[in-house]
C-alpha cells in the first residue's frame, strides 16, 4: 500500500491528496523545481525571492502557481522565516503579504494558520521539513517551516498547542510531514545532536545514527513525528513524506547537495469556498 501522503499533479506540483476525504474544499501541497522560468542555480520554479534570483521570474513563476491552484496572488500570505518559532493568526488584513516584494513579508514568522476561506499560507523552504495542519472541526488549516532549528524550537508543537487553547483536542488535529532532507543525507554534529537530546530527554527513541566521531544522521521528519505525537496528536493522524529533497535531484531543490546556491520550493495551504 503506498502510504506517500502527495502525488505528482501538474510539472510544478505535489499536491497533498491525505485530506481528500475529510474536505474537497483543501488545496494543499508542495511545489518542485521544474515548469519554471528562472536559470541556473535557480532552475527552475523557484519560489523564494530572498536568493538572488532574478524577481521578475520568481513573480512569473509565483503566478504560475497561482494558476494552478486557481487562487489568485492577491489572496497569499507569505512570511519572513526566521529558523524561529513565532506562529501568527493569518487574517484578512495579511492578503498579499510578501507576495511580489519579500520586505512587505509578514516579520519573523515560521509558522502561519488561519480560520478564513480563500487565503492561501505559503511558506519557502530548501530542505527544512513542511509541516501542514488541519481541524476539520474548526475548518482551521496552517503550515510551518521546520528546519533543525525550528524543530528543535518545536514549533510543530507549539502550532498544535496554539490550537489547544482554542478549544481544538490534539486528537482532532491532523497534520502531514512533507518532503525535506531525509536521514539518508543529512549529517549533523554534537552541536546539533545535544538540542534533539535536551528536547526528548529519555521518553522517546532519538531519531539519529552515529555514524563517526561527533557525526551523526538526523532525521527531521522523524523528529518532528515524535514532537507531534508528544503534543497530543494521534498516530494515525500524522502522515510523513518519503520524498528526500537531496536524493531528488530532478524534483527539489537541496541547499545541503546545492552548498547554499539554489531555489526554493514553497508548501500552500487554502480553503476555497465553494
Ligand atoms: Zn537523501
Redesign the pocket.
Known sequence: MNLEPFIKGQEQVLELTAWRHLSDQIAAGFTTRNGGESQHPFDSFNLGLHVTDDAKKVNKNRETLSEILGFPTSNWVCSEQTHDNKIVKVTREHLGAGVYEYEQSIKDTDGLYTDEKNILLTLCYADCVPLFFYSPEKERIGIAHAGWKGSVKDVGGKMVRTWCKDGIEPNEIYAVIGPA??K??YVVDDYVKNFVDNLLKEDFLHPYDQVSENQYSLDLKQLNYVLLLKAGLSKENIKVSSY?T??EENLFFSHRRDKGKTGRMMNFIGLKEV
Open positions: 532532507i531525509g539518508c543525507c528526500c537531496s536524493c
